[in-house]
C-alpha cells in the first residue's frame, strides 16, 4: 500500500501545474476497505417471519446503537475522491427460529440490497433497485433444536455496486469526514422451500469490506 502512496504523490507532483487530477485519479488502484461500519459478524436479522411465495422477507441491521469513528483512507492527491463504489459480503451461517419445518437444504437468493450511511451533517444511501437476483446461496443444515436450527452458507458473495459518482461521493464523505457515523443494510430474500414460512432468518456476514475505485 506505501509504495502505492508514494508513487501516486510523485506523479500528482509532476502533474499539479496542469490541473490533470483525473489522470493521477486513473493511477490510483481500486482501494478495499476491509469491515466497514465494524460489520464483520454482525447478524442481518428478520424483523418479522417469513411469507410464502415462495418464501419472502426482509433482514436488516443498523449500527444505530454503536456509531463507529470515520474510516481512515491513504491520503489522496489533488483532492480526488472515487466515483465507483462495492460493496461485498459473504454469509458465515444462518439461523432459522420458530416453529416451522426444517429442511435439510435450502436454495436462498438476494433479491434487494439497500445501504444507508449518515453523520450528524449528512445521510448518504443507495438501493439496488426493483427486485431481481443479486446472488443465489444454498443453505445446509447443520444442527437443530427445539424451535431453531443452524445452517452453513455455500461460498460465494454478494455484491452490490452504487449506481452513479453522486453516490460514492456522498458515502465516502460521509465515512471519512464529519464525525461518529451510523450505518445500515437490508436485504430482501427469497428461500425456494414454502416449509420455512412463519420462522425468521439471521444472517450472519463475513468477509464485508467496500472497495473504492474510478478516482477522479
Known amino acids: 500500500m506505501k509504495k502505492v502512496i508514494v508513487s501516486v504523490a510523485a506523479l500528482s507532483a509532476a502533474l499539479v501545474l496542469s490541473g490533470c487530477g483525473r ?12 469491515n466497514p461500519a465494524g460489520l464483520e459478524g454482525k447478524q442481518l436479522v428478520a424483523s418479522s417471519p417469513l411469507t410464502i411465495e415462495a418464501v419472502v422477507g426482509t433482514v436488516s441491521y443498523s449500527t444505530a446503537g454503536a456509531p463507529f469513528d470515520d474510516i481512515t483512507i491513504p491520503e489522496l492527491p489533488l483532492n480526488i475522491k472515487p466515483t ?6 459473504g454469509f458465515a451461517r444462518v439461523d432459522v427460529n420458530g416453529l416451522c419445518a426444517k429442511p435439510q437444504q435450502v436454495n436462498l437468493t438476494v433479491r434487494r440490497v439497500k445501504l444507508e450511511a449518515s453523520d450528524a451533517a449528512n445521510k448518504a444511501t443507495f438501493d439496488s433497485g426493483a427486485d431481481r437476483d443479486l446472488a443465489a446461496f444454498t443453505l445446509t443444515r447443520k444442527s437443530e433444536g427445539v424451535g431453531t436450527a443452524t445452517y452453513d452458507v455455500s461460498a460465494g ?3 452490490v ?13 460521509v465515512l471519512t469526514s464529519g464525525g461518529r457515523n451510523t450505518a445500515s443494510v437490508e436485504a430482501k430474500i427469497r428461500a425456494s422451500q414454502n416449509e420455512l414460512a412463519g420462522c425468521t432468518m439471521a444472517f450472519t456476514l463475513k468477509d464485508v469490506s467496500v472497495v473504492l475505485s474510478n478516482f477522479q
Request: proline share 9%; aromatic share 12%.
Open 84 to 89: 465507483g463504489l462495492e460493496f461485498k459480503t
Open 157 to 159: 458473495t454478494l455484491n
Open 161 to 173: 455496486t452504487a449506481p452513479d459518482a453522486g453516490t460514492v461521493v456522498n458515502f465516502f464523505t
Open 23 to 34: 489522470v493521477v485519479g486513473s493511477f490510483i488502484p481500486p482501494q478495499t476497505v476491509s
